[in-house]
């Protein structure tokens, strides 16, 4: 089973950025698709991001769109998550996760086979 770890999540004021870290235990992310996800205390999980790597190709969640990116390094096996323009509405643990190419929508969860254990990420002042 291939192992993702998190990093990079902490406490940020309203307008700050942080950047979030999706390692693999796997030798390298090709082939997936990786999606970040988010849940906030007494709310679902939801989505926030997903990112193709063979192809480049994102999808965001309407609420992160314009202020959130994800993209990965060049040796293959990280994905990060910048986030700018902090709202505390942000505030949630974070998680990434990653799956190979199904028909199941990348928004959706069953997309995924492997998650990591989240970061927290608190939006305050």
């Known amino acids: 089973q291939v192992r993702l770890v998190e990093s990079g999540g902490g406490l940020v004021q309203p307008g700050g950025s942080l950047r979030l870290s999706c390692a693999t235990s796997?030798?390298?992310?090709?082939?997936?698709?990786v999606g970040w996800f988010r849940q906030a205390p007494e709310k679902e999980r939801e989505f926030v991001a997903s990112?193709?790597?063979?192809?480049?190709?994102?999808v965001y969640a309407d609420s992160v769109k314009g202020r959130f990116t994800t993209s990965r390094d060049a040796a293959g096996n990280k994905v990060f998550l910048q986030m700018n323009n902090l709202d505390p509405e942000d505030t949630a643990v974070y998680y990434c996760?990653?799956?190979?190419?199904?028909?199941?929508?990348?928004?959706?969860?069953?997309?995924?086979?492997?998650w990591g254990q989240g970061t927290q990420v608190t939006v305050s002042s």
């Open positions: 996760a990653s799956g190979l190419k199904s028909t199941v929508s990348v928004r959706s969860q069953r997309a995924y086979s492997d």
């Open positions: 796997a030798r390298t992310f090709r082939m997936h698709k």
């Open positions: 990112f193709w790597w063979d192809t480049g190709d994102t």
